[in-house]
Protein backbone atom coordinates (compact mmCIF):
# COMPACT_ATOMS: atom_id res chain seq x y z
CA UNK A 1 0.00 0.00 0.00
CA UNK A 2 0.81 4.02 -0.34
CA UNK A 3 -0.30 6.88 0.87
CA UNK A 4 -0.04 10.15 0.45
CA UNK A 5 -1.14 12.97 2.81
CA UNK A 6 -2.43 16.10 0.81
CA UNK A 7 -2.76 19.60 2.91
CA UNK A 8 -4.48 22.98 2.03
CA UNK A 9 -5.25 26.08 3.88
CA UNK A 10 -8.70 26.90 2.58
CA UNK A 11 -11.78 28.00 3.71
CA UNK A 12 -14.60 25.03 3.35
CA UNK A 13 -16.65 25.49 0.76
CA UNK A 14 -19.05 23.20 -1.61
CA UNK A 15 -16.56 23.01 -4.34
CA UNK A 16 -13.94 21.18 -1.64
CA UNK A 17 -16.64 19.15 -0.65
CA UNK A 18 -17.38 18.23 -4.54
CA UNK A 19 -13.55 17.52 -5.52
CA UNK A 20 -13.68 14.61 -2.32
CA UNK A 21 -17.04 13.47 -3.34
CA UNK A 22 -15.26 12.85 -7.16
CA UNK A 23 -11.92 11.87 -5.62
CA UNK A 24 -13.08 8.77 -3.63
CA UNK A 25 -14.20 7.20 -7.18
CA UNK A 26 -10.61 7.15 -8.54
CA UNK A 27 -10.10 3.69 -9.24
CA UNK A 28 -7.28 2.17 -7.22
CA UNK A 29 -7.81 4.35 -4.00
CA UNK A 30 -8.79 2.15 -0.96
CA UNK A 31 -9.58 4.99 1.30
CA UNK A 32 -9.70 8.44 1.42
CA UNK A 33 -10.24 10.34 4.88
CA UNK A 34 -11.56 14.02 4.61
CA UNK A 35 -10.66 16.29 7.84
CA UNK A 36 -10.57 19.58 9.27
CA UNK A 37 -8.76 21.56 11.37
CA UNK A 38 -10.05 22.12 15.25
CA UNK A 39 -8.60 25.46 16.61
CA UNK A 40 -8.34 26.40 12.05
CA UNK A 41 -11.05 25.63 9.97
CA UNK A 42 -9.13 26.69 7.71
CA UNK A 43 -6.69 24.21 7.30
CA UNK A 44 -7.58 21.19 5.54
CA UNK A 45 -5.83 17.55 5.05
CA UNK A 46 -6.75 14.74 2.77
CA UNK A 47 -5.30 11.21 3.95
CA UNK A 48 -5.24 8.94 0.81
CA UNK A 49 -4.39 5.01 1.43
CA UNK A 50 -3.79 3.54 -2.26
CA UNK A 51 -3.43 0.18 -3.17
CA UNK A 52 -0.22 0.73 -4.72
CA UNK A 53 2.52 4.02 -5.55
CA UNK A 54 1.16 3.47 -9.18
CA UNK A 55 -2.29 3.59 -8.84
CA UNK A 56 -1.81 6.82 -7.39
CA UNK A 57 1.07 7.49 -9.70
CA UNK A 58 -2.10 7.74 -12.44
CA UNK A 59 -4.08 9.70 -10.47
CA UNK A 60 -1.30 12.04 -9.90
CA UNK A 61 -0.16 12.18 -14.06
CA UNK A 62 -3.49 11.79 -15.53
CA UNK A 63 -6.47 12.86 -13.55
CA UNK A 64 -8.29 16.23 -14.55
CA UNK A 65 -9.65 16.30 -11.02
CA UNK A 66 -6.06 16.77 -9.90
CA UNK A 67 -5.75 19.78 -12.39
CA UNK A 68 -8.45 21.32 -10.89
CA UNK A 69 -7.53 20.80 -7.03
CA UNK A 70 -3.91 22.12 -7.98
CA UNK A 71 -5.83 25.25 -10.19
CA UNK A 72 -8.12 25.74 -7.56
CA UNK A 73 -5.83 25.59 -4.27
CA UNK A 74 -2.21 26.28 -5.75
CA UNK A 75 -0.88 25.81 -2.45
CA UNK A 76 -1.91 22.53 -1.96
CA UNK A 77 0.86 20.20 -1.01
CA UNK A 78 1.24 16.41 -1.32
CA UNK A 79 3.33 14.24 0.92
CA UNK A 80 4.15 10.84 0.36
CA UNK A 81 4.50 7.59 2.31
CA UNK A 82 5.19 3.77 2.21
CA UNK A 83 2.39 2.31 4.09
CA UNK A 84 4.46 0.06 6.89
CA UNK A 85 1.20 -1.57 8.83
CA UNK A 86 -2.34 -1.38 9.10
CA UNK A 87 -5.19 -2.65 10.69
Given at each position: ????????????N???????????????????????????????????????????????????LR?????????????????????
Open positions: MFAYILRAEETPDQNEEFFRRFKETPGLLHAYSMQGEENPNEGIVVAIWESRQAAQRYLDGSPREVDQTMPAVTRTFYSVLDSK
